[in-house]
């Protein structure tokens, strides 16, 4: 399908202006995770005149833990095809370790879960194998269809020191598009209005031999809308506030180790003033402001002596911080014990201590499995391989369990299972290995099983297995396998040549 220039310019205004409204979101959710903003937004004027740039950039970072808990337990390990006949060829797998597909998840659905989505792209190497790369959600938009719910159209966006680049991704075909940008800055995020004219090559042009668009969205926990939400939202509220307790506990500790003082009587404090050429003129009373910041405060009055107020009771703050971080684990369902060192939790209630914690990983790889399989199917398509592409979009996208346990309950669990006759493999995906670690113990266990070194050794080895040489009660019945036997025809012997 041809597009005009028109047609070309209307979809590209649309994807740009998506990501131009969502940057400012984007930047604010992330500015958390990086823990670059510190604002003291819930101070009083009083301390926010004298005290509070003090304390400019500083932040106790609790976004951060509770974005990273849910995604340290997401790995992604592979796909089980429904017909168990059907096998997914290497080359998935070698393209998603080519593209270090295992990293880019992890930093893929920590963006997701933090700034509400992110994105994946399937390209074509100059060498003709497939790459997966994983994208900021600030330089990516697409478009879906209202009914079917496919994406139409997406846009990638890029920068230099002049132009603002993208690539528009359409089923069928791929277009280079530009426009030059009114403020060069690339760290300023208003970039150029998203309704200024875009420019594009029609030699730019590319067929796109998949008719889907490559760009996948991950979207996080939406309510049937086309907004999703961020896990760290709830957070950053609480985070500002556990930010002024702490300013005000630092503070508080200053004053301790230097009290104010207060001079009760005498003549006014002044401070002298000076001329241009610095020879003092007269003298002025010491505002009220600069003692405040002084520490010092006079009360004038008949005698002269002097004295000191307290700091603030420092213990009536750090209990503040641990129910605001209490707060915090309970919105979120990131365990107590992540957060607080001092949680107790015994050695056998950590599983339920992380119940909250495992569904929330069970319910963000749910909303992963669909743009994984989309992704690996597109890639195998991608290279030529059809068949795995059909077996891909049927199979089930298997992830380890979030649920953590040691080695010992681990194989204490999987034992038990094979007592009840579940089979090895099915076993090796209950433990969370991938598809190519399976495959080569299924391997190992066939090979095993066929050789005769091994089977003889492993029947040797059997407990309680009855020997075809012994009696019932377990003695042998060849005379020669014992040394009595052989100790009586010695004797035989000896007695037949004495008798010559």
């Not at 520490?295 to 213990?315: K, M, P």
């Not at 649920?403 to 969370?432: C, H, S, T, V």
């Not at 042998?476 to 036997?485: A, H, K, L, R, S």
């Amino acid at each position: 399908m041809a597009y005009s220039a028109e047609q070309i310019n209307a979809i590209t205004n649309l994807l740009a202006r998506k990501i131009a409204l969502r940057r400012p979101d984007i930047d604010k959710h992330m500015g958390y995770v990086k823990g670059r903003r510190g604002e003291l937004r819930f101070v009083s004027d009083e301390f926010k005149r004298y005290i509070s740039s003090r304390f400019r950039g500083f932040t106790d970072n609790w976004c951060l833990p509770v974005a990273q808990a849910p995604v340290e337990r997401i790995q992604f390990k592979g796909f089980t095809p429904y017909n168990p006949s059907d096998r997914i060829d290497r080359r998935v797998w070698a393209c998603w370790n080519r593209s270090d597909c295992d990293r880019y998840l992890s930093e893929a659905a920590l963006v997701m879960t933090s700034s509400r989505r992110s994105f994946g792209l399937v390209s074509l190497l100059d060498n003709g194998l497939a790459r997966i790369s994983f994208e900021n959600p600030d330089s990516c938009a697409v478009i879906y269809d209202a009914i079917t719910g496919e994406t139409k159209a997406g846009l990638l966006l890029r920068q230099d020191d002049e132009h603002e680049i993208g690539q528009l991704l359409l089923p069928d075909a791929i277009y280079t598009v530009s426009r030059k940008q009114e403020n060069a800055d690339a760290s300023d995020l208003t970039h150029t209005p998203p309704d200024m004219q875009w420019e594009f090559d029609p030699e730019s042009y590319k067929p796109n031999p998949l008719g889907e668009v490559p760009l996948v969205e991950f979207r996080n926990q939406t309510l049937l809308d086309n907004s999703p939400v961020s896990d760290i939202s709830m957070v950053e509220d609480m985070q500002d506030t556990v930010n002024v307790v702490w300013a005000y506990l630092l503070n508080g500790l200053d004053w301790a180790t230097l009290p104010g003082r207060l001079i009760l009587g005498g003549d006014r404090l002044e401070e002298p003033v000076l001329d241009e050429h610095g020879n003092i003129v007269g003298a002025k009373a010491v505002e009220l402001d600069k003692q405040v910041t002084e520490r010092i405060l006079q009360i004038t009055g008949d005698g002269v002596r002097a004295t000191e107020w307290s700091a603030a009771n420092l213990q009536t703050f750090i209990p503040v911080i641990e129910k605001a971080v209490e707060h915090i684990a309970a919105e979120t369902r990131t365990p107590g014990h992540y957060l607080l060192t001092k949680a107790e939790v015994p050695a056998t209630g950590y599983e339920v201590a992380e119940a909250g914690l495992v569904s929330k990983c069970v319910e963000r790889i749910g909303y992963m499995r669909g743009g994984i399989r989309k992704l690996c199917r597109l890639a195998a398509i991608m290279e030529g391989d059809d068949y795995t592409a059909q077996v891909i979009e049927s199979s089930t996208v298997d992830f380890a369990s979030p649920l953590y346990r040691n080695e010992a309950q681990m194989a204490d669990a999987m034992l038990k299972y094979k007592q009840l006759g579940f089979p090895l493999q099915w076993i090796a995906e209950r433990m969370g290995l991938g598809a190519e670690e399976i495959e080569r113990i299924m391997t190992l266990k066939r090979d095993e099983d066929t050789d005769p070194e091994l089977e003889a050794l492993s029947r040797s080895l059997q407990i309680g297995q009855t020997d075809d040489t012994a009696n019932p009660d377990g003695q042998p019945t060849d005379p020669n396998q014992t040394g009595t036997g052989r100790n009586q025809d010695s004797t035989q012997t000896l007695e037949q040549n004495q008798s010559r």
